[in-house]
């Protein structure tokens, strides 16, 4: 199933995600790829951004935090 917060943004794939951790709060963490002319797939992967009490908060934070990363690389 495709996690329903999956977007694209200035050339990456974002697919956010949180896990639940053993205390019980929510990690937020991240997957962005990226395409070149001929198909091949980069990939970078970011794993407990923050914890967050909340599941959704995680998520948009791991987005909020992709639109970030992007920016940065130009």
Known sequence: MQNSN????????VLPSAHRLPDGSFSSDLLLERRDGTGEATRYQFHVLD????????IVHSCRWAHEWVDCRG
């Open 6 to 13: 999956t977007h694209n943004y200035n050339g990456y794939k």
């Open 51 to 58: 914890c967050f009490d909340d599941e959704h908060d995680a």
